[in-house]
Nanobody, 119 residues
Framework: QVQLVESGGGLVQAGGSLRLSCAAS????????MGWFRQAPGKEREFLAA????????GFVDYVLGRFTISRDNAKNTVYLQMNNLKSEDTAVYFC????????????WGQGTQVTVSS
């Protein structure tokens, strides 16, 4: 089992920045990739970015490219999502997730952290 705990959410003004953290524990050797997702009220959960556990590959959706970056700290088993130039439409609950293989579903999820961007 893998446990994921997000932190770093909060209230920020439009144009501001936040850094979200996702700390992994448990059987982390089974992790191939970590991802960040978000879910706004009344909308489906959407993928934002991913990074392989080795940190060698990353991927982003177009609408956050250039504003969000993903990174990881091997020593802390933690993945980060740096979010810059935040917009009101970025308001959502942000989740991190883990999967054991590139073609496998994300089957470990954190509890989520709320990000609210005021305009």
């Amino acid at each position: 089992q893998v446990q994921l705990v997000e932190s770093g959410g909060g209230l920020v003004q439009a144009g501001g920045s936040l850094r979200l953290s996702c700390a992994a524990s448990g059987r982390t050797v089974s992790i191939y990739e970590m991802g960040w997702f978000r879910q706004a009220p009344g909308k489906e959960r959407e993928f934002l970015a991913a990074i392989t556990w080795s940190g060698s590959n990353t991927g982003f959706v177009d609408y956050v490219l250039g504003r969000f970056t993903i990174s990881r700290d091997n020593a802390k088993n933690t993945v980060y999502l740096q979010m810059n130039n935040l917009k009101s439409e970025d308001t959502a609950v942000y989740f991190c997730a883990a999967r054991a293989g590139r073609n496998l579903p994300y089957n470990y999820w954190g509890q989520g952290t709320q990000v609210t961007v005021s305009s």
